[in-house]
Structures are given as C-alpha cells and as structure tokens.
C-alpha cells in the first residue's frame, strides 16, 4: 500500500491543493468540522469531527435566485455559480453514507441543481476509523468503518502513517498526482476497537409501520425539548425552508435549513397543522429516519454517527429507541 | 393511481423537465396575472400567462403550481382551469402571501412554477359518471376535473354537481354554477348553502346531509371541502355503497420546494406534493391519519 508518515500529511494537501480546494476536519473555536485547508489549520483526525460535512454540498444558507421588482414588474437572475473543483480529505463512513442518503433526495426523481453541482465537483479521500467514539453504532446501521461507500480514494489510519487506495478513476489521478510524496510499504490494517453502542436494526423498518399509533411516541417524545439540535448536527437531516431577503427593489430568494422539530415547519396559512405537538413531530422524525425513508429509497436514514446522542440536551437515543421498537410487543 | 394519463391529454409533466421551467428545480419562471375574477369577498380567481403570453406549463386537473409575488413569498395552489395561454388559480385570503395577492391588480408580475403532483386518475375516470362533491374554497381543485370533462364531454358519462357554502355570497364559480355548467349536456347540479337567506330559493343544508338527500348512486365520486365537510360525507357515501377505490379527494400541506426534497409536506413515506395531492380512500387507509 502508499503510504505516508502522519507528520507529512501536510506536505500531499498542499499538493492537492494546486489543484483542489481542500476541505480537511479540524478544530475551530469550540467545535469541530470541516473547513477549507489551511496552513494554520489544526487538523484533527484521532476521531471524527462534531459537525457533518452536509453543508459543503448543502450550505446551512444558499442563494438561489436574484429578483428585482419595481411597482408591479418583477426580474429574475440566475446567480452565478462559484468556484472550481474541490476534495474533501478525511470524510468518515458514516459521512460517506449521509451523501448515499442525500443523493437519493437530491439526485433522484428531479435533480436539485444546487447540491448537483457541488456534489460533481468534490471529490472526496475518506479516512477508515480504528477508535470508535463513545457514541459511535455504524457497524449497527450495517456499515464498514473502514470501507466507505462512494469514496474515491480509502485512506487508512496506520497509527503513525496513512495508507491510501484508490478505488474510483477519479481517485487514480488523485493518487498519482501525489504518488510522488508516497511510498509503497506493505501494511497490515489495524482492527477498529469494540463499539460501545451495538443495537439491532433487523426488521425495525417493518415493525415500525404498525406502530403509528403506539402509545410508545408519547413516552419516547415526553423529554424533547424541540431545540433541534439533533436535525442541526445529522449529517442526513435535509429539510429547507425556503425565503428571501428584500432590500428596496432587490431581493435573494434563498433556502436554508429548517428542522421538523419546530412547530411552524407543517403549520399552515389557514392555521392548521398537522403535526402540532411535540408528540407528532418526534414520531415524524423517527419514523422518517427508520421508516419512511426506508420504504421510499430503501435504506435507513441514519448512518449510526452518534452525533444526535451526543448533542442532545435531555439524552435522547436512537438506538435506545430502536431497542424499544425491537422489544416492543 | 401515480400513473393519471388520459389519451386524450399529453402525458404527465415531470416536474422540471418542462422547456418553460428553469432547470434549478426551484426557480420560477417569469410570469403576469392578466385577470383577476371575484368569486366572493375573500376568493379571487387569478389568471396567470408567462410574459410572453403562453401557459406557464399545461397541468394536468388536480396538479399544483407554486406561484410567488417578488419580496413576499412562495405559496403551494392547486390549478383550478387552464386556457390557451393561461392557467388559473382560485386563492383565499387567509396568510400574509395571499392577502398580498388579493391586493394585486391585473398585469402584476409573478413567478410561477410547476406542474406539481400526480392530478386525478384520469385513465380510471374516463368513461364513467362521475359525482363532484365540493365545499368552499374545495370546489377551486375539483373544477379542474369537471372543466376536464366538459372540454372532453363524450369521454366521460353523467356529471354530477353537489356544491355547498356558508351563504350565498360564499358560493364560488357562480358563473359556472349559475351560467355555463347549467348548459352542459347531461350534467346536474345541486347547490346548497348552510342558512336560509333573502334572495335563495334553492337548496338550504350542509353538504354531507344534501348528499344523503340526493341518494346518488354509487359511481366515482371526487370531493374537496373543509374537514369537517369530508368528516360526515366520507361516511355517508360509504354508508351508500361507494367504494373505497371510487371515492378520490386531494390533499393539502404545507410545502416549500414541491419536489419532494424539502421535507415537509409527508403523509407517512409519500409526499404530498409528488405523490399527491390526489388519493382515494383506499390509498388514504394505508397512510397514517397524519393529515
């Protein structure tokens, strides 16, 4: 296998980035995620980042359109498209997955051009896990934390090296444009270490369907703040709202993101809404999760990342849930 | 039901694969309200053109289109009639986009896109006598279907009529209901409001009672109207022997994007806006009550 000392890593990204805008996970402030490549960025890549890297494909914000409206005329403007090509450098599975899972709802049945052109341009180098965080479960949601779906290059961590394989032809031309900085060793990839979170997803799917109505939602949603964190922090949480912003004649209709959490998400003009307590919205989003998104796309929602179970403020638990669902008579 | 395709009509538009439609899904087109219709004092029927004076897409009866006033908002309607060289959409002020709306005059430009959502089950109405049972503002998207069937009257049988409001002045499509669908070959209408009122000679009651009243045989009936109209017909009809396949209603949600990425418009696994707005109630029973 290529590899390379982890203390040089540095000297392949500046390599890439002639040719790429690089998109690393490092620390910023108090958080971490992934951020465009730096020489004072503070890489970190001993355990996956706080923050998913849905917004390099599907920014928090996006502007779509332009429009000018003087008294009753209106202009629409396309906006420009900006930037070249770019990598992301370190992705981990469970992110990886996420983008199987947007490009099912971005990519299929009407392409959304906004996330397409992004999607296109970035390729993208994951990097295997050896040490799952507490709340990491991906091997339970039927991942391989060390075999990514859709990457174009696998990099292993090796301890002190990284190993790198490509897997796609786009992955081939980014190796061999770093070849140079590499060399071949004979490895052996470490075993990640024991998952604290193991639950079983087998048949949930289906179990869920009749469970609807089961009085299991009021005791599961009685907690929920409806802060929204965990829609914030998923890396396949995808609803937007969409809006604008008008000064005088001009004005940005843009989109960004929105969480099923809150109560004006389904609230509608004439003042009905049909998810209009706490109940409803977080049996919505589990069911959406294990469920819905299952029989629409046929795969599950979540990518076992844990980052929901580490930012919630009152302990909520998908896998906790799931274990319910699965004992449930 | 996904598949509503009529000989008669070009097939379904997926939605952004029309020429007029911007391949960014989510941005209009271009287009002018070239005539305003009051239907009562809260209803407005909306005629729109683009500005080059074509549809802005031709939907199908039951489709929806996104309409948006510059610096107000975006709004989700179902598509009323199409013409020549227009669609129309009956609005009721009730948010702060359609108060905007109902302020607008002729030649005030918007942007439109669409067509959203699967229509009415065309195919399986062709050839049948159909019942139409609307309330309120409900008749807006059940007109798409009978305005189908007058433009192609030999393809379909008996067209029947059940249409209620609050009062007289609450009656919607009084030009069709009282002018042109009267002279329609074979088609009978029945309109009633809730309370008696000076100036009323006909029908005075709520909808689902007029419906039990008439006894209309079982046939393919499509309804719209306010829940509580839908609550008591549903059984009625049920009671009368109308199955559950042949009772077809359509839906409304909130939505932002109308092509099933936004998120919000979901009835169990099925969105509203792609896999809806239309649905028996046989297809209704398999979803959660959610709505």
Redesign the interface.
């Known amino acids: 296998m290529l590899v390379i000392q982890k203390t040089k890593i540095k000297e392949i990204l500046d390599t890439l980035a002639k040719e790429y805008k690089v998109i690393v996970p490092a620390k910023d402030g108090d958080t971490s995620k992934f951020i465009p490549y730096g020489d004072n960025t503070e890489m970190l890549l001993e355990e996956n980042v706080q923050l998913p890297p849905k917004d390099v494909f599907f920014p928090q914000t996006e502007k779509?359109?332009k429009?000018?409206?003087k008294k009753?005329?209106?202009?629409?403007e396309?906006l420009p498209i900006e930037g070249g090509k770019q990598l992301i450098f370190g992705i981990r599975s469970c992110d990886m997955k996420s983008l199987d899972c947007l490009d099912q709802?971005?990519l299929t049945?009407?392409?959304?051009?906004?996330y397409k052109e992004k999607r296109d341009k970035t390729a993208l180098i994951a990097l295997s896990c050896t040490k799952p965080k507490e709340t990491c479960f991906c091997t339970s949601m039927g991942l391989d934390p060390q075999k990514a779906v859709g990457a174009d290059v696998q990099a292993y961590d090796l301890g002190d090296k990284i190993g790198f394989e490509a897997i796609t032809e786009q992955g081939k031309k980014i190796i061999a444009s770093i070849e140079g900085q590499l060399s071949e060793e004979s490895v052996v990839v470490p075993k990640f270490g024991e998952f604290k979170i193991n639950v079983d997803v087998e048949g949930v799917p289906e179990k869920l369907k009749g469970m609807?109505e089961s009085p299991m939602w009021d005791d599961i949603s009685r907690k929920c703040l409806n802060c929204g964190a965990c829609t914030y922090v998923c890396p396949t949480c995808?609803?937007?709202?969409?809006?604008?912003e008008?000064r005088g004649e001009d004005?940005v209709k843009y989109?960004c993101w929105?969480s099923?959490m809150f109560g004006e998400?389904?609230?509608?003009?004439?003042?009905?809404n049909?998810?209009p307590t706490k109940k409803?919205r977080v049996r919505?989003r589990f069911?959406?999760k294990l469920?819905?998104?299952v029989?629409?796309y046929n795969m599950l929602l979540c990518t076992g990342c844990g980052r929901c179970i580490n930012v919630c403020p009152v302990n909520m638990d998908i896998t906790a849930i799931i274990k319910q669902v699965k004992e449930a008579e | 039901m996904g598949n509503c395709n009529c000989g008669s009509e070009p097939d379904i538009v997926i939605p952004g694969s029309n020429n007029n439609v911007d391949t960014t899904l989510l941005v209009p087109v271009r287009g002018k309200i070239i005539k305003i219709v009051e239907e009562t004092v809260d209803t407005k029927t909306f005629h729109i053109s683009t500005m080059d004076d074509k549809k802005p897409f031709d939907p199908q009866p039951g489709q929806l289109g996104m309409l948006s006033l510059p610096g107000v908002g975006e709004g989700m309607f179902s598509v009323t009639n199409k013409g020549e060289n227009h669609i129309e959409m009956s609005i009721k002020n009730v948010g702060e986009l359609t108060d905007e709306l109902h302020d607008a005059e002729e030649g005030q430009e918007v942007g439109i896109r669409g067509p959203y959502g699967n229509g009415f089950p065309l195919d399986y109405c062709k050839g049948k006598d159909i019942l139409f049972i609307g309330g309120g503002i409900g008749l807006a998207p059940v007109r798409s279907l009978i305005m189908h069937c007058i433009r192609n009257r030999a393809d379909f049988g008996k067209l029947t009529v059940i249409y209620g409001a609050r009062s007289k002045g609450d009656l919607t499509f009084k030009e069709d209901l009282f002018k042109n669908w009267p002279q329609v070959p074979n088609m009978e209408l029945n309109v009633t409001i809730d309370r008696a009122e000076e100036g009323w000679d006909g029908h005075v009651g709520f909808v689902p009672s007029y419906v039990e009243e008439l006894k209309p045989k079982p046939q393919v009936t499509v309804l719209c109207g306010p829940p509580v109209m839908i609550k008591f017909t549903l059984p009625a009809l049920q009671k009368m022997g109308f199955a559950d396949k042949d009772i077809i209603t359509t839906l409304e949600m909130r939505m932002k994007c109308g092509v099933g990425k936004c998120g919000r418009c979901n009835i169990g696994s099925k969105y509203i806006c792609l896999d809806g707005p239309v649905f028996t109630l046989e297809q209704l029973g398999e979803l959660p009550q959610e709505y």
């Open positions: 779509m359109y429009f000018k409206s009753n005329t209106m202009e629409i396309n709802v971005f049945k009407g392409t959304d051009e906004f609807f995808h609803c937007f709202d969409i809006s604008q008008v004005g989109r929105d099923c998400y389904t609230q509608m003009a004439g003042g009905h049909p998810r409803e919505n069911m959406h469920n819905y998104f029989e629409r």
